[in-house]
């Protein structure tokens, strides 16, 4: 099992960038598959994105296509989340998740580590 740390959340304007990091540990990290999510209070968590565990392949939301970037180094056990053009309806708090399976899942129940969460908020 991993552990997850997300970090690199704040106050951005819209139309900027951030750069979130989910910071794992455990040996087994290279091998997972690990993903984004978001949440705004008082909805449901939504998927954000995904990337294989060589990080060769990807997958996004339709509402992030385009402006969000998921990477990983598997030797920093980190994985990051650049997002850029931000808009007000990107605020939530971000979640990153890790599981063993290799298929790039987009529910939540896909995966069985989380953190704890970064807060992104993008004023207008």
Not at 22 to 40: E, H, K, L, P
Not at 41 to 60: H, L, M, N
């Amino acid at each position: 099992q991993v552990q997850l740390v997300e970090s690199g959340g704040g106050l951005v304007q819209a139309g900027g960038s951030l750069r979130l990091s989910c910071a794992a540990s455990g040996r087994t990290f290279s091998t997972y598959t690990m993903a984004w999510f978001r949440q705004v209070s008082g909805k449901e968590r939504e998927f954000v994105a995904a990337i294989s565990w060589r990080g060769g392949t990807t997958d996004y939301a339709d509402s992030v296509k385009g402006r969000f970037t998921t990477s990983r180094d598997n030797a920093k056990k980190t994985v990051y989340l650049q997002m850029n053009s931000l808009k007000p309806e990107d605020t939530a708090v971000y979640y990153c998740a890790a599981t063993p399976l290799v298929v790039l899942g987009r529910g939540q129940s896909d995966y069985n580590a989380w953190g704890q969460g970064t807060q992104v908020t993008v004023s207008s």
